[in-house]
């Protein structure tokens, strides 16, 4: 099992902890393009990178990244991906990979500091596993938030890919985004394959509590593919949201932070 060299002070039990800074807001140039970002300076040596859904911006993880800097002292990292949140549409060819080397290579430009923890939401989450694969000197503990997932798309077929609309000729950045992210799916979902079976640090995986896909079939597929993801391993642990559809970082936010001090504390 991967410990975090970390030990929580006793603010999470006397009280809500210290007031939250002021989140800098701040445009990182990747190499052709800046994405901006907004982190919340911590005094705990980990950083907490949020990786939003499909087409989200930064501002959809609401009330996440306040509560994580209160609760636990890390420093939280928010960011949106080219094309999103007003950032530059970058290259027309940029591949997931690429996406990911760029966040790595801000995150160092911004001095963060490793360990880093992941928590992902949708189809963030197979960006994150990527990340991790890619990085795995850097990243320690994934939090899963109702994740996208190759088990999913495997079991269910075009349907994935039929829910995305067809756009021949995109009119603005958010399509264009979205045509890209379509015609890299496939590959997306097949490195995440490799990658998350083997995978050997903590994963907490957050599952809706309620039915959202529209049928009971493919919510039952949804369900099964977090269950197989969590079952590989003793480090990884399955979380129902109860009361939450898809939009868990709205509804259930409490749970988002619980099981990252959960990963904060393991070893103590």
């Known amino acids: 099992m991967v410990a975090l060299p970390i030990v929580l002070t006793s603010t999470l039990i006397l009280g809500p902890g210290p007031m939250v800074t002021t989140a800098p807001d701040t445009l990182i140039d990747v190499g052709g393009h800046e994405l901006h970002f907004e982190v919340r300076q911590g005094t705990l040596p980990v950083t907490i990178v949020l990786e939003a859904g499909g087409g989200a911006e930064a501002s959809s993880w609401a009330t996440v990244p306040d509560s994580l800097a209160r609760q636990t002292e890390a420093t939280i990292v928010t960011y949106d991906r080219a094309g999103l949140g007003g950032n530059e549409v970058g290259p027309a060819d940029l591949t997931p990979e690429e996406e990911i080397r760029d966040l790595s290579d801000a995150l160092d430009q911004l001095g963060t ?43 269910t077929g075009d349907f994935v890919q039929s829910t995305v609309p067809d756009i021949a000729e995109p009119g603005n950045d958010r399509e264009r985004v979205v045509v890209r992210m379509k015609r890299t799916f496939s590959d997306l979902t097949a490195r995440t394959a490799e990658i998350e079976p083997g995978l050997a640090i903590p994963i907490v995986v957050l599952t809706a509590g309620e039915p959202w896909w ?12 977090h269950e197989v993801i969590a079952g590989r391993s003793p480090d990884r642990e399955l979380v129902i949201a109860d009361g939450s559809d898809h939009d868990v970082p709205e509804e259930r936010p409490d749970l988002i932070v619980d099981a990252v001090n959960r990963l904060l504390t393991r070893g103590e």
């Open 113 to 155: 500091p490793a360990p880093r923890i992941l928590v992902a939401h949708s189809y963030g989450a197979m960006l994150a596993i990527l990340h991790a694969g890619l990085y795995s000197d850097h990243i320690v503990g994934l939090v899963l938030v109702d994740p996208m997932n190759p088990v999913f798309v495997q079991e």
């Open 214 to 225: 529209g049928t009971e079939e493919i919510d039952r597929a949804w369900r099964r593919s």
